[in-house]
């Protein structure tokens, strides 16, 4: 069975410094790997994917991750977090057959002035 | 163009009601999923449908249902409402293959069970 930890259940950062939220999947099959985020009140918004090719995969707002298959890791990092990235962001994986995300337990990021 | 549209946004009922929640996907879409949020146990996938076919359900009890009508329209109805149905309901819609082609959410409808 599918399963995604996502290591971090809250990270404070302050503004301006870089981030790195933690996202590991586990599974038997090669799978397609997505970063979302959901801010208060909202509903999810795609980050960025990875489905094939370049295992760095760069997304909206200055959004990036990289895909290890070695380590079954999936972070999320960006060099520069504004207040407005202030939003709970999840990893999920699918298995292209099934139709559905497997989430993870989301990673509240709270930027500081 | 106008995003996933869920209605209604806020909904109160009682145990033992039953209850039935709308999602209007984007024009040309035929997929729709239905996923549940809570606190405890995160995003739970529900369905998903395509064409008006079931394709895979999650773990849910019979009490949960859907469909979704020819013009790629869905409801799921929860019957015999519990206190631990109170949850936000997320909609989903995809062109097709909703992880190969980007997922859409709408606002979601969040129910409180009373």
């Not at chain 2, 109160?12 to 606190?39: D, E, F, M």
């Not at chain 2, 449908?49 to 249902?65: D, H, I, V, W």
């Amino acid at each position: 069975a599918q399963s995604v930890t996502q290591l971090d259940s809250q990270v404070p950062v302050f503004e301006e410094a870089p981030v790195e939220l933690r996202c590991n999947y586990s599974s038997s099959v090669s799978v397609y790997l997505f970063w979302y985020v959901q801010y208060p009140n909202q509903g999810l918004q795609l980050l960025l994917k990875y489905l094939s090719g370049s295992t760095l995969v760069k997304g909206i707002n200055g959004f990036e991750a990289e895909f290890n298959k070695s380590q079954t890791s999936f972070h999320l990092r960006k060099p520069s977090v504004h207040i407005s990235d202030t939003a709970e962001y999840f990893c999920a994986v699918s298995d292209p057959g099934t139709y559905k995300y497997i989430f993870g337990t989301g990673t509240r990021l709270k930027v500081l002035a | 163009k106008a995003g996933v549209t869920q209605t209604p946004r806020y909904l109160i009922k009682t145990r033992g009601q039953q209850v039935t929640l709308s999602c209007s996907p984007i024009s040309g879409h035929r997929s729709v999923s239905w996923y549940q949020q809570t606190p405890g146990q995160g995003l739970q996938f529900l369905f998903e449908y395509f064409s008006e076919t079931q394709r895979n359900k999650g773990n849910f009890p019979g009490r949960f249902s859907g469909r979704q009508f020819s013009n790629s329209r869905s409801e799921m109805n929860v019957s015999t409402l519990e206190l631990g149905d109170s949850a936000l309901y997320l909609c989903a819609s995809s062109l097709d293959n909703p992880y190969t082609t980007e997922a859409f959410f709408g606002q979601g409808t969040r129910l409180t069970v009373v």
